[in-house]
């Protein structure tokens, strides 16, 4: 099979869909790797690494999707892109489609084969492709919030771990899954006093023995989302539901009656946002105030450590990428039940039931696609 890796062009996106490692992985294989020049090059990866590897350097993105049979990003294609995609060519990358019906109408008028990272699941019902940037944003978000709490950043001047005859900062994590426990591991480390709110009381249990009792573990109800919020120094938004847009958790009203200075750091952003007052920032523009709290809702939060997690990732994605080049898409959906879930778009159909509840469009099994 042909691949294509084009270059990102998200702002301030240095990751890469395909490392040198996983290139010279697929070229071992008897396939073929097309790159486009520069592609990882922010992160170290050189177009020379790439040639070494097996993979030939391509000038232009057009010639990449012009040719390429699997088309392997990180980021989800943007309009331009998205028509460059014809009939039968297979897109592998995130695309968190539920909030983005725009994306969702060109990929279906593409006729492309679109199979998404974020819905993809394992045989415990995890979510292996999504995990590895949970886990890196999870992290990020604590130091992010804590940069941001920082008076000349615009915060109330709050030290997370505290001073011996000051206490630490109250953090609140919203959600208990690897997002959320990232994040209350980073916090924890750096001597906060964290609450994490969960729906989940197997999860809270689990929690609560994992951080040997370090952490509050509270059962989320509308009540106890009010109260930590209104006490809390930083807030991170930690919520998922695979492939659908994120619940709004917090609302606008209460977000008014927070500490002014206080900063929410929104992880579900790529999935519409868990907060009323969220949209989505960028890097190089990663906050914006509302009612006196500090937001921060950049989209592609662990593009700010490109290189750990482009490797990361590819950690995660190379298996499932060459069961897709050895076989086919179809065959090799046909066969991985785990897999089968990451298709969202496959002839013109929305093919993820959480999707297309969320687009308020038709949903087609793939099953019934695929035969």
């Given at each position: ?167 630490p900062a109250k953090v609140l994590v919203i959600g208990g ?11 924890v480390g750096l001597g906060a006093d964290v609450t994490i ?144 879930p990451g298709l969202n778009i496959y002839k013109g159909q ?22």
């Amino acid at each position: 099979m042909l691949i294509g890796v084009p270059k990102e062009i998200k702002n301030h996106e240095y990751r890469v869909g395909l490392t040198p490692a996983s290139v010279r992985e697929l070229v071992g294989r008897g396939h073929e790797v097309i790159v486009e020049t520069q592609a990882g090059a922010g992160i170290g990866f050189e177009d020379e690494a790439y040639v070494k590897a097996g993979a030939s350097i391509i000038d232009t993105p057009e010639e990449i999707f012009a040719t390429a049979e699997m088309v392997v990003k990180v980021k989800e294609p943007q309009p331009h892109e998205c028509r460059q995609l014809r009939e039968g060519q297979l897109l592998f990358t995130y695309l968190h489609l539920a909030a983005d019906p725009e994306q969702a109408r060109l990929l279906a008028e593409s006729g492309a084969t679109c199979i998404a990272y974020e819905t993809v699941v394992d045989r415990n019902g995890g979510l292996p492709l999504l995990a590895p940037m949970s886990e890196v944003a999870g992290r990020l978000s604590v130091q992010a919030g804590a940069y941001h709490l920082q008076k000349a950043q615009g915060g109330l001047g709050a030290l997370l771990g505290g001073v011996p005859g000051v206490a630490p900062a109250k953090v609140l994590v919203i959600g208990g899954g690897v997002v959320g426990t990232q994040a209350a591991t980073m916090a924890v480390g750096l001597g906060a006093d964290v609450t994490i709110l969960d729906r989940s009381l197997p999860r809270l249990r689990q929690l609560d023995t994992e951080f040997a009792g370090r952490v509050k573990c509270v059962y989320s109800s509308t009540e106890s989302i009010e109260q930590y919020a209104l006490e809390a120094d930083l807030v991170v938004g930690a919520v998922l539901i695979p492939g659908a847009a994120a619940p709004k958790l917090l609302s606008r009203e209460l977000i008014s009656r927070m500490k002014k200075g206080s900063v929410i750091v929104d992880v579900a952003i790529d999935q519409g946002g868990c907060f009323e007052t969220s949209k989505a920032t960028t890097h190089q523009e990663p906050t914006y105030v509302v009612d006196g709290v500090i937001h921060y809702c950049v989209a592609n939060m662990p593009g700010a450590v490109a290189r750990t997690s482009t490797m990361a990732l590819n950690n995660a994605t190379l298996p499932f990428a060459l069961a897709l080049a050895d076989l086919g898409a179809e065959e090799a959906l046909k066969r991985d039940a785990n897999l089968l879930p990451g298709l969202n778009i496959y002839k013109g159909q929305v093919t993820c039931e959480p999707v297309a509840q969320a687009l308020n469009t038709e949903f087609v099994a793939p099953a019934d696609l695929l035969g």
